[in-house]
């Protein structure tokens, strides 16, 4: 009897992992793949379609890797100050409250205790197209993603825009599948000399440095602005990297782009991408929104 045991045990041993894996996968639930539906109709007055008939300069950028998964990206120098001129300039006389959407974009409201600022569909000049062209450039132009209208956000004292997601559902495998956040500017409030304080947008759930040459472009523990204000999101907190939630400071011209779903076949939208503009408590805040929308991969 314990000569056929001891000659069992190399074959248990040997088929145990493949075993264990076998009834572990069976007790998951599995995530059903993504059931996609025919490319819905194009709004030509909300997608900016490409066109040829205008050209660009050179514009010279850089790019730090925040995150991998998801993918977040930290763009210097996105935009020159001759755009950010131009944006100011045009956005001004287009200003409108801005509104949250309910129902998968069946209707808006004004709610200014989730979103309070104003925003500008800004016209497509020259300038404009060819930040677009950036925009589409960096993702690598993308297969059946187009870049939405460019929007321009405007956030006085008070503003804020409460936690949200971008992605919203991804119905039938399309959405709004990238995101931009492009600070244009920090203006003072009435030209009193008091510049911008608050106004960083938060990632409470999202992993990453906060230490070392990134305590320029994010909140660092001890650097005091944002602290109090949910900069670690109540999600881990602590220094360092690896620790739940960043702040990233308005820097005009620079831009942080995100990624929203997950490149597994589902359809899933990433946790992490819950996002807030915080409070702007002095100052006026200028930020550009450029957000992709179609095909989820």
Request: aromatic share 10%.
């Amino acid at each position: 009897m314990i000569t056929y045991l001891l000659a069992l045990l190399p074959v248990l041993f040997f088929f145990a992992d493949p075993l264990s894996q076998l009834f572990s996968s069976s007790c998951e639930r599995p995530v059903p793949p993504l059931r996609r539906l025919p490319r819905p109709r194009l709004n030509t007055d909300l997608v900016a379609l490409e066109a040829d008939n205008y050209t660009c300069d050179p514009h010279a950028y850089q790019v730090h890797v925040y995150s991998r998964a998801p993918l977040v990206l930290y763009v210097e120098n996105f935009l020159s100050v001759e755009e950010r001129k131009h944006l100011l300039e045009i956005s001004e006389p287009l200003y409108t409250p801005s509104t949250i959407t309910h129902n998968g974009g069946d209707s808006t409201s004004h709610t200014p205790s989730i979103r309070n600022s104003e925003v500008a569909l800004i016209p497509r000049t020259t300038l404009v197209r060819c930040i677009e062209d950036r925009a589409r450039a960096l993702q690598g132009w993308q297969r059946e993603v187009w870049i939405e209208r460019l929007r321009v956000q405007r956030y006085r004292a008070g503003g804020h825009y409460a936690h949200h997601f971008d992605w919203s559902s991804g119905r039938g495998g399309w959405g709004r599948v990238g995101s931009f956040m492009v600070w244009v500017e920090d203006q003072e409030e009435g030209g009193d000399g008091e510049r911008l304080e608050g106004g960083g947008t938060e990632f409470p759930r999202l992993r990453g440095a906060r230490e070392g040459r990134w305590c320029e472009f994010v909140e660092c523990p001890g650097q005091g602005e944002g602290e109090g204000e949910g900069g670690d999101g109540g999600e881990g907190g602590g220094d360092g990297e690896g620790k739940k939630g960043v702040v990233f400071k308005v820097m005009p011209g620079n831009a942080v782009y995100w990624e929203n779903f997950m490149a597994d076949g589902t359809g899933r939208g990433y946790d992490e991408t819950w996002h807030a503009g915080l409070p702007v408590t002095k100052g006026v805040k200028v930020g550009l929104n450029i957000w992709s929308t179609g095909r989820i991969e």
